[in-house]
């Protein structure tokens, strides 16, 4: 889940740092990435999709290095600007997350590009679980990384150690920045020494007395990594679902609070109050402590973040018109309820226009008379 704010290292204790690097994977990667493991120095790598979709084995070394891999949205784009022009921002992190070596259960972090953020952009990717569920961010910083800007000034190695150093000892401690890889201007990308710059910056910040940690060892983030995102599943813009008395659920106007687990592949399950959503052998929703027999459904997003949810069976969960009972008898996706995802703490766009109402309808006819007429 995405925070209004940005997060950074202010937590860490004194002579303790944390190295990020950003727009890549590049050329020089794999070389910052092997020197800083061989030095005991752990990093996070927030790479942009569209070079690490054509590198994933450039990840998988990073990995095996015991380096974290981030999201650094797929093309690299100022987002509160992207934002404001209809840009897809939610589009931006779940593409670029396709190709993360992450497990489904993994906390993905997530920067910014150039730092800008805003809490609108928070609001928009919060309104997609695709694009909010398990994530921590946007990571900020206490020592900027214009290592790229040095090198476009034309300064040297030793003139880009001197001033990193001279920031690192103002702040103390903190996040610090660099880049990997230029991830927008082109013709910058053969001047990068940042590979250079670390085999001359991290022996003198050891003789400083300088500890590195990895980022899932900052406090502030650690917890922001427990904050579960809660949300309501209603249908239509009225009616949510509710877990009665009995234990079974219904539509109401209250709604229960529901969080989702990644799968992998595409699936997920839903808990309600530490129990996990499962089947009964009639096909009816139930809960259950045991996460072994929890449910695993196929997540079909649709449009104005709604989706439906698919068994095991291949049959879809829906609402029964009867009693109101939900459970996973639809055979067929036209019979299937369709979800509105409402997260609880922020605003979502799941109403739909009276134009998109027109064109919903219209298709709908059309899917009629292709019935009838095949």
């Known amino acids: ?84 022009v209809n840009g897809n921002i939610q589009e931006q992190i779940i593409r670029t997350e396709t190709v993360l070596p992450v497990k489904p259960d993994d906390t993905i972090y997530f920067r910014a590009p150039y730092g800008k953020w805003s809490p609108e952009v928070a609001a928009e990717l919060n309104t997609n679980l695709l694009s909010s ?53 082109e013709f910058l990308k053969p001047a990068n020494k940042t590979y250079e710059l670390l085999k001359q910056l991290v022996p003198k910040l050891k003789a400083l007395g300088y500890n590195f940690v990895s980022i899932d060892q900052i406090e502030t983030l650690k917890d922001a990594a427990k904050e579960s995102l809660k949300f309501q599943l209603a249908l239509g813009q009225r009616k949510a679902l509710t877990l009665s008395n009995d234990r079974s659920f219904q539509l109401t ?29 009639s096909q009816i929703v139930t809960l259950t402590s045991a996460p072994d027999e929890a449910a695993i459904f196929d997540y079909i997003p649709v449009r104005n973040n709604r989706f439906m949810l698919r068994s095991h ?51 709908g006819i059309r899917f009629v008379k292709s019935k009838l007429l095949s």
Not at 3 to 24: E, I, M, Q, Y
Not at 331 to 355: E, V
Request: glycine residues 8%; negative net charge; charged residues 15%.
């Open 313 to 363: 069976t291949g049959n879809y969960l829906a609402i029964d018109k009867n009693n109101g009972s939900l459970s996973a008898n639809a055979q067929f996706m036209r019979s299937a309820a369709i979800f509105n995802y409402i997260p609880i703490g922020t605003q979502a766009n799941t109403k739909i226009s009276l134009k998109e109402r027109m064109v919903l309808i219209k298709k």
């Open 253 to 281: 106007n209250s709604g229960s609070s529901f969080n989702m687990q990644k799968k992998g592949n595409g699936q997920v399950s839903l808990l309600l109050e530490n129990s996990f959503l499962t089947l009964s052998t």
């Open 133 to 185: 569920l398990n994530y921590v961010g946007p990571i900020h910083w206490e020592v900027g990384g214009i290592d790229c800007w040095y090198w476009l000034q034309g300064k040297s190695v030793e003139d880009a150690v001197d001033i990193y150093i001279a920031d690192i000892e103002k702040a103390g401690k903190g996040i610090v920045v660099f880049h990997d890889e230029i991830a927008d201007m």
């Open 1 to 84: 889940m995405f925070t209004a704010h940005s997060l950074n290292g202010n937590s860490l204790p004194l002579k303790t740092l944390c190295f990020t690097f950003d727009d890549g994977p590049g050329k020089h990667t794999l070389d910052i990435a092997k020197y800083l493991f061989e030095e005991g120095v752990p990093a996070t790598f927030f790479v942009v999709g569209k070079y690490a979709i054509n590198h994933p084995d450039i990840l998988s070394s990073l990995v095996n290095w015991n380096h974290t891999v981030g999201n650094h949205t797929f093309d690299h784009p100022d987002i509160p600007y992207y934002v404001s």
